[in-house]
């Protein structure tokens, strides 16, 4: 019995020590693999704090140093939200680093007006661009300036991004900059605004500014100008004052293998002096074109019983059908174009219906509900006519269309229309019967006015989203589709920034700091002491037997 003992003894030291030795060698291991082989699980909306693949590829293809320089001021430090940005900046810069491996370079400086005010200026002269920041002192609020910038250097040049402010879109922020030095081509796009009484730079701010940062070259494209040969992407908005020839134009630019994205009404919505709205059928010449393309744009106003924008008016809400509202069950989820809309508000659309021989080479980007309905010749839009809802022929309708495959052109057994506009400007090439052709269609063109983009930009979104289709650069949408996602541990308002917010962010980071640690070292005390007990309940068995032995052995003799 004593040696049965003494052998359980050995047998519980040995397994002790070979678990001691397994978990060194593991842990070994796991820092081996970790300094060799890094990744990050990001379960974030929208994968906010990940690089992209695309993003990815555009660093491994660098053949040269790129510094990125991030410069900020100490007093973000002190700002809540930004204070929370400048954390999300350093930590994405340090994962380009990591990808860009020998050839990325980052440099990360806080900056203090006091101690560094010769770099400060330095900056400033370069082009770094100073805001203010609330700033909290003895429960005292006051204004202070900071900076947050970004310097790159590759070969012999030079980017600055004079001001971060958000967190919103900086992958896409640098991914811009970085091809921009790389000088990779892009896309040039023609647009055509062709809208009664309506101007790019006043009415369409939004769209522009939102082309001019996407693209380095955007030409307004006027009615009797041939289109440019460089232009690779056509967006047209409205085509009210299209002529024949510009109907030419657009068809043989098709026809060549151009792409375009297209935003027409059926019906022209027109406000009085008196305010009051009216709708005419729009009798734009682009309308036939799309309809011997396959694509019929209904002339007639949808409106939508179970989802639509309601209208506040003296503390009453109002139901405004005609205002039908995109929500995620009506967009179509395969489609990159419209990956990531939540929602998309749309003013008065109509209907596009898709002829039989094209619908194997079209898809619906989103339609409305089975609750929606038509205006047809009669086009009341004031509000209280839809006080109750029209339950007459109610239908699911198509919106919004993209379609890619071969069609036949427009001017096919037709002579060349004559450029009324201006008679100097001739076509030079020739005429191709049929091409290759890509495009999206939206049968809304009001919202890309100005006045009618929400502060969500769905429409923009879908617009530059519905370029990078056309143009392949499907791998831009994921990243721009991280602009949306700025969610840190609480959403600050003026309001909340002093109650619950301070108090919810500190039990956060108490439980992560401190509890979760402590937890763990009450885990290995208690699992010290039960050991302890087993190995004394060993020992008193061991000792019990070898009295028996002793006693035994005293009795035999």
Not at 235 to 260: C, H, P, R, T
């Amino acid at each position: 019995m004593k040696n049965h003992i003494i052998d359980i003894t050995k047998v519980k030291r040995i397994q002790t020590w070979i678990i001691f030795l397994l978990m060194i060698i593991n842990l070994l291991i796991t820092v081996f693999i970790f300094n060799e082989l890094y990744f990050r699980i990001d379960m974030t909306e929208g994968r906010k704090f990940s690089i992209s693949n695309i993003t990815s590829d555009l660093i491994k293809s660098l053949d040269n140093n790129l510094v990125i320089e991030y410069y900020y001021s100490d007093k973000c430090n002190a700002h809540p939200l930004m204070s929370q940005i400048v954390l999300f900046i350093k930590d994405i810069l340090i994962e380009y680093e990591r990808i860009g491996k020998k050839y990325v370079n980052v440099i990360i400086e806080e900056l203090n007006y006091q101690k560094d005010m010769e770099i400060i200026d330095d900056l400033q002269k370069s082009g770094f661009q100073f805001f203010p920041l609330s700033e909290r002192k003895m429960g005292e609020s006051r204004q202070t300036l900071a900076f947050s910038g970004i310097v790159f250097r590759y070969k012999d040049k030079e980017k600055i991004i004079p001001a971060i402010t958000t967190d919103k879109g900086f992958e896409y922020l640098i991914y811009r900059e970085i091809e921009k030095m790389l000088g990779r081509e892009k896309d040039k796009i023609g647009v055509y605004l062709s809208k009664k009484d309506k101007k790019y730079e006043d009415d369409y701010k939004s769209l522009k500014e939102s082309l001019d940062i996407e693209f380095d070259n955007v030409s307004i494209l006027d009615s009797g100008a041939n289109i440019p040969d460089d232009i690779t992407i056509l967006v047209l908005i409205g085509g009210e004052n299209l002529s024949e020839y510009d109907i030419f134009q657009i068809d043989q630019f098709l026809m060549n293998g151009g792409k375009a994205f297209i935003a027409v009404n059926g019906v022209n919505i027109i406000r009085m002096s008196g305010g009051d709205l009216i709708g005419n059928p729009n009798s734009s010449k682009l309308i036939p074109l799309l309809k011997n393309y396959g694509f019929s744009v209904e002339k007639y106003i949808i409106g939508d019983n179970d989802s639509f924008y309601p209208i506040y008016n003296n503390n009453i809400i109002y139901r405004y059908p005609v205002w039908p509202e995109i929500k995620p069950q009506n967009f179509n989820k395969t489609h990159v174009a419209v990956k990531g809309l939540r929602h998309l508000l749309l003013f008065w659309p109509t209907a596009v219906n898709i002829d039989d021989n094209i619908k194997d080479k079209t898809e619906v980007l989103f339609h409305t509900t089975e609750r929606a309905f038509s205006l047809i010749d009669d086009f009341n839009l004031d509000v209280l006519h839809y006080k109750i809802p029209f339950n007459v022929n109610e239908q699911k309708y198509d919106l919004a269309v993209a379609f890619e495959g071969k069609i036949s052109t427009f001017f096919k057994d037709r002579d060349i229309p004559d450029n009324i506009i201006n008679p100097n400007v001739k076509f030079s090439g020739n005429i191709k019967k049929s091409g290759n052709v890509k495009m999206v269609l939206i049968c809304n063109d009001i919202i890309f006015e100005h006045n009618y983009i929400n502060e969500d930009n769905e429409s923009l979104y879908l617009l530059l989203n519905s370029i990078d289709w056309l143009t392949g650069n499907e791998g831009l949408i994921e990243i721009r589709s991280k602009q949306r996602f700025s969610r840190p541990l609480d959403k600050i308002s003026k309001t909340s920034i002093d109650s619950g917010f301070y108090t919810r962010k500190n039990i956060i980071i108490s439980i992560s700091t401190y509890i979760m640690p402590l937890l763990f070292f009450i885990m290995a005390i208690l699992i010290k002491i039960l050991r302890n007990i087993k190995n004394r309940e060993l020992r008193f068995l061991y000792d019990k037997s070898e009295e028996a032995i002793n006693r035994k052995e005293r009795e035999k003799s």
